[in-house]
């Protein structure tokens, strides 16, 4: 599977945005699902998950509430929507999938991922 993260941009504090993650080649469906952030100088770190099911999801506690992960399989496509954003969660984005054939699991370690979205960079101003 091929994928293709965009919706990045520059957004104020206390804004939103809503990320993309495209998939080509096989459906998204087929995968558990991840987005990953890297801000400079730092780790890659975990932001939210889903299973293939996508009944099942998880968040890192610093976007907990403001974060949410979604799936439109019409489009084969992938959401992360971001309220109430905050200066520090400027980073480029990245969306990933891991091919699993349980349903209701979800990863967040991003070693365990199969496949990686180009990423899109994410400027919070406060």
């Known amino acids: 599977v091929q994928l293709q993260a965009c919706g990045g941009g520059l957004a104020q504090a206390g804004g939103s945005l809503r990320l993309a993650c495209a998939a080509s080649?096989?459906?998204?469906?087929?995968?558990?699902m991840g987005w990953f952030r890297q801000a400079s100088g730092k780790e890659r770190e975990f932001v939210a998950a889903?299973?293939?099911?996508?009944?099942?999801?998880f968040y890192a506690d610093s976007v907990k509430g403001r974060f949410t992960i979604s799936r439109d399989n019409t489009k084969n496509t992938v959401y992360l929507q971001m309220n109430s954003l905050k200066p520090e969660d400027t980073a480029v984005y990245y969306c990933?999938?891991?091919?699993?054939?349980?349903?209701?699991?979800?990863?967040?370690?991003?070693?365990?991922?199969?496949?990686w979205g180009q990423g899109t960079l994410v400027t919070v101003s406060s």
């Open positions: 080649g096989r459906p998204v469906s087929n995968y558990r």
């Open positions: 889903f299973s293939r099911s996508g009944g099942n999801t």
């Open positions: 990933a999938a891991r091919s699993s054939s349980t349903l209701t699991s979800y990863t967040t370690t991003s070693r365990a991922y199969d496949y």
